[in-house]
């Protein structure tokens, strides 16, 4: 997966910086933010979440059903349409659409809930690669369903690895708790977590 230099991502930045400070201020909300910055493609068949993602069970289940590649679903999943916006922005779409992946992938929520500290990194930089550096933090080569997911450690696109801990129908990645797992892909496969990782120090 590619990293941006400063220069492709400058243009970029102000853009997705004062959305992430508005989601993390709390003036507006996800979906208004979503519904601003990305418009929905009629064409994709839509993941609609039917209660509180918080208290949907883990179920490791069998992956049928492929609908497309790893982008083609986040973009179609109404949970994940900043995720979409930022991963397009800073061109790690496309970069999805190649070779086989496992996304840790964070609902718009967990978005706006944005640590202070990271978000501080980024406004101080006034560029996006500390933030691309983050989004391969929630990547992992090949494609890995929660019936394979052990705990101990597992390395990510980004070059750090993540702890996995496993506890009845609950698995933890790091910082964050898989809420929903085993979303299809054609090259991969999606597990949803209520929180942004946190790269290490």
Do not use: W
């Not at 550096?133 to 450690?153: A, R």
């Amino acid at each position: 997966m590619k990293t941006l230099t400063q220069n492709q991502t400058q243009g970029k930045s102000l853009r997705i910086i004062s959305l992430l400070g508005l989601l993390t201020l709390g003036t507006i909300s996800p979906g208004v933010a979503a519904e601003v910055q990305m418009s929905a493609n009629s064409e994709l068949i839509c993941r609609q979440p039917s209660q509180d993602l918080a208290q949907i069970p883990i179920s490791p289940k069998v992956i049928q059903g492929v609908v497309g590649d790893l982008a083609t679903v986040i973009l179609s999943d109404g949970r994940f349409k900043i995720l979409g916006m930022i991963l397009q922005s800073i061109g790690l779409l496309d970069a999805l659409k190649k070779g086989e992946f496992t996304i840790f992938a964070p609902t718009d929520e967990a978005l706006a809930k944005l640590p202070q500290q990271i978000l501080d990194a980024i406004l101080k930089s006034q560029n996006l690669n500390r933030f691309t550096e983050l989004l391969e933090y929630h990547v992992i080569p090949g494609k890995v369903t929660t019936t394979e997911l052990k705990s101990g450690k597992i390395k990510t696109l980004e070059g750090d690895s993540v702890t996995i801990k496993t506890k009845q129908n609950q698995i933890k990645v790091g910082n964050a708790t898989i809420i929903d797992s085993d979303i299809p892909a054609s090259n991969g496969v999606i597990h949803v977590i209520d929180q942004i990782l946190i790269l290490p120090q």
